[in-house]
């Protein structure tokens, strides 16, 4: 054998490394190799691999810190992860379903990685999610680097950290790449983007997916982005590419994307067959490529290892991986009671009479608008919690601080966040891209690492290009992960209609998009007073919550308040009688309360006493409020700004049917928008949307049943 330092100066890595690696890359893909056997046995249920991506993924894990560095790592990461501390009795305990899976309690596919000791962030099967989490995970620390009321910030984060983000050429089409590095380039971010290239995306081949055919040279002209190509087939090359991209951003250069050719020599998926879409010879050209017959010739041929001891460290691992395998197919799969475990937070109830102090409230000073007191309520949450950034577009009072001196200040275009960067300083308030999926996402990888953002998306219209984020992964984190990771934050929504031309695209109200969504906190205060309240809850909840602010309601008179103090705090899931009556119950929430207590007023002249009931909180609601009011007055009006149909009144409407049928004199009734957008033409608007007289109607048809 050569000598070591003769190996050294030749290979540039230690021999025991070269050999610790070989065994690494032979590992993970005889990982593969296994679970695609006990797939055929259907002994697992499903395999995605990452053979072919071995080399350049130990070089990464080589020059970057488990429990330090912080990792965004997609399905084909397998050898990565491996070489991070992710074993293979972890991975296979996934495979096959097992309990004690630590990556996800077996609630995700295999290859879901997850490790909160390790860094490495539970991952979606959604493509593209990822980069702006790692963004904003990367700008939690750049933010806790800054914000020095933080008293543990020291704990929080490391100067020279590097967030490492993966994916497949393929996933480079996801415009979220895209938003992810325009932010990264712009903050000058910690991150880096590792792009696994094996030429297709399933059947797609990069010429198909990507301008060009290669993503490396499309985004070279990003300012501040280091780009450098490799052969992710080499060990070395990629170790000494790595090394380059890792240096500049541990430097606080900016970020840096490594572009991987790797192969692919296993199909996509086991649902996958490459024959039909790979002629032979580029499939064989691949195979000559591949990384563990590379690795493996090199060492024996430079001397490092003889032919025999390479082939005891391919027994050694397969032997590890056997064991691993016959332990792992004995564990029980989880029990059938833990399916609803972890959709929300364990630790914290909001829903509990902690959060309750609304009795206690006393009220000082003149009169507010919600405006006012969601704004109050702001500024002194966020000086109780430096931990509180606000972020979305047009937030700031400016962006170019240096104005401030000078000029008003924006504050939102409702003026809600108004003064409160003058207050907390552009740090901790500040303006993002116009572009929903950033604000979202990169406040959700915030939430990850300790941070409680308070993002605004400014009109509710204007949500869906963030509807991956938040359907997929902000209300799901928490149950994937098994309890591993959360994502408190708040997004704060303007919302619904009245607004005379608002139009299509400023008066949507689909609220029951979220409140189907399990792991969402959803509320929606009518009142000033019940705004401050909620709003304070939801910052102190430890789950996500989506707090609808109605732009009806923004600057009313008639739901104006004083101010109920610092700890005012309403418990979600809890309504309020907003009127008392006897013969009907009216159930509704936001704009609709004032109109339905003005046709409930003109209802008691025709001697007809209706209950109007607030819900305040949509998911969770009060159930036992609603089942109280309908008990006493035995009808039920169900009075919302959804549609009309699928709309959100239309579940509680069925509730009561199934559950409180033998206590109804009459049937459900259902006020609500027609089937249809809202128009710009304001008497147009007018019969689209529920009017006091369509509550009145209502109500005499349900009273006089």
């Not at 488990?66 to 070489?83: E, H, I, K, M, S």
């Not at 989490?133 to 933010?143: C, D, L, S, W």
């Not at 001697?607 to 109007?612: A, D, H, K, P, R």
């Not at 009561?656 to 809202?678: G, H, N, S, T, Y």
Request: proline share 5%.
């Amino acid at each position: 054998m050569a000598t070591d330092l003769m190996v050294e100066r030749r290979l540039a890595l230690a021999p025991a490394t070269l050999i610790s690696a070989y065994r690494t890359m032979y590992t993970s893909r005889r990982l593969d190799d296994k679970e695609l056997l006990l797939k055929r046995q259907n002994r697992v249920y499903f395999q995605i691999n990452g053979a072919g991506h071995e080399a350049v993924l130990v070089a990464a894990g080589l020059l970057l810190r488990p429990g330090y560095d912080w990792f965004f790592a997609y399905y084909r990461d397998r050898a990565l992860v491996l070489q991070l501390g992710i074993t293979p009795y972890d991975q296979l305990l996934a495979a096959v379903a097992a309990k004690d899976d630590p990556n996800s309690g077996s609630r995700q596919m295999p290859s879901h990685w997850s490790n909160p000791k390790l860094h490495v962030f539970s991952r979606s099967s959604a493509t593209g999610t990822q980069f702006l989490q790692a963004v904003g995970a990367a700008e939690a620390g750049y933010r806790y680097s800054m914000i020095k009321e933080i008293e543990d910030r020291a704990a929080r984060f490391k100067h020279d950290e590097v967030v490492y983000v993966s994916a497949g050429d393929g996933t480079t089409s996801e415009g979220e790449f895209w938003e992810s590095l325009n932010t990264a380039s712009n903050l000058k971010l910690p991150v880096l983007y590792l792009i696994e290239d094996n030429g297709y995306a399933i059947s797609v081949p990069v010429e198909v997916q990507t301008a060009g055919g290669s993503i490396s040279r499309l985004v070279s002209s990003f300012p501040g982005l280091y780009v450098e190509e490799c052969d992710g087939t080499d060990l070395l090359a990629s170790y000494e590419t790595l090394g380059r991209a890792v240096e500049y951003v541990r430097e606080r250069r900016g970020p840096a994307l490594v572009h991987a050719h790797v192969i692919r020599p296993y199909s996509h998926s086991q649902s996958d067959d490459e024959t039909l879409y790979r002629p032979e010879e580029e499939r064989a050209s691949d195979a000559a490529r591949d990384p563990i017959k590379r690795l493996g010739d090199l060492l024996v041929r430079e001397g490092v290892l003889s032919g025999e001891e390479l082939r005891k460290v391919k027994e050694e691992a397969d032997a590890e991986i056997n064991e691993a395998a016959e332990r792992a197919l004995k564990m029980p799969q989880p029990p059938k009671e833990s399916a609803a475990l972890y959709v929300y937070s364990p630790d914290v109830d909001p829903t509990s009479p902690e959060f309750d102090t609304e009795d206690k409230a006393t009220l000082n000073g003149r009169e507010g608008t919600m405006v006012d007191l969601i704004n109050r309520c702001l500024h002194e949450e966020m000086e109780r919690d430096a931990r509180i950034v606000v972020l979305g577009e047009d937030v700031a009072d400016a962006s170019r601080a240096e104005y401030l001196n000078r000029i008003k200040g924006k504050g939102g275009v409702f003026k809600v966040t108004a003064n409160l960067q003058r207050r907390f300083g552009s740090d901790r308030v500040f303006n993002t891209p116009l572009a929903e999926a950033n604000v979202i996402g990169r406040a959700l990888g915030m939430a990850a690492r300790g941070l409680k953002p308070v993002a605004e998306i400014q009109f509710f219209d204007y949500i869906w290009p963030a509807f991956m984020q938040l359907r997929d992964e902000a209300p799901l984190l928490r149950w994937r992960s098994n309890n591993g990771w959360k994502c408190p934050m708040v997004v704060r929504v303007p919302i619904g209609g009245y607004l005379k031309g608002g139009a299509i695209y400023h008066s949507q109200s689909g609220v029951s998009t979220f409140t189907s969504i399990p792991g969402w906190r959803v509320v929606m205060p009518s009142t000033a007073l019940d705004a401050s309240g909620l709003l304070r809850t939801a910052i102190r909840c430890d789950d996500p919550v989506l707090f609808l602010e109605h732009k009806h309601l923004y600057r009313q008179t008639y739901n104006k308040s004083r101010y109920p103090g610092p700890d005012f705090m309403i418990p979600f899931g809890k309504a309020k009688v907003a009127r008392e009556g006897s013969d009907l119950t009216i159930i509704t929430y936001g704009a609709l309360v004032q109109r339905s207590l003005v046709a409930a007023k003109q209802a008691a002249d025709e001697e007809i006493s209706v209950e109007v009931v607030d819900l305040r909180s949509l998911n969770p609601y009060d159930w036992r409020a609603i089942e109280r009011s309908v008990k006493k007055t035995n009808r039920a009006i169900l009075v919302y700004e959804d549609f009309v149909s699928w709309g959100y009144g239309a579940e509680i409407a069925a509730r009561i049917a199934d559950e409180l049928f033998d206590q109804l004199d009459a049937p459900v009734k259902r006020v609500a928008a027609l089937d249809c957008f809202v128009a710009y033409a304001p008497d147009v608007e007018d019969v689209t949307l529920p009017q006091v007289e369509d509550v009145l109607e209502a109500i005499h048809d349900i009273a006089a049943y």
